[in-house]
């Protein structure tokens, strides 16, 4: 069973830039798909983006696309989501999972790191 360690998260401003990373221990990090989902208070917990074994394809939200780029080190057991001209609605608990076939619906999560973005 793997385990999801979620860090990079803080305060910051609108439009400013900030990296999370996620280690993985106990599994086979290459055989995962790996995926980042946040939660805002009060509200459930949202896709943000995913990225398939040995970085072999990705997947983004609306909301993010061209914003947010997810990519991953094998070799580090680590995937980083690289978040860009943040907004006030990107303020949430972001969530690293992990998925030995699913895209949209990891099976193993990290604890979360809280991102908030201030005007």
Known sequence: ?????????????AGDSLRLSCV?????????????FRQAPGKERMFVSSIGRSG???SYDGSVKGRFS???????NTVYLQMNSLKLEDTAVYYCGA?????WR???WGQGTQVTVSS
Do not use: C
């Open 1 to 13: 069973q793997v385990q999801l360690v979620e860090s990079g998260g803080g305060l910051v401003q």
């Open 24 to 36: 993985a221990s106990g599994g086979t990090f290459s055989r995962y798909i790996m995926h980042w």
């Open 56 to 58: 072999s394809g990705t």
């Open 70 to 76: 997810i990519f991953r080190d094998d070799a580090k």
């Open 99 to 103: 998925d030995e076939s699913s895209w």
């Open 106 to 108: 990891p099976n193993y």
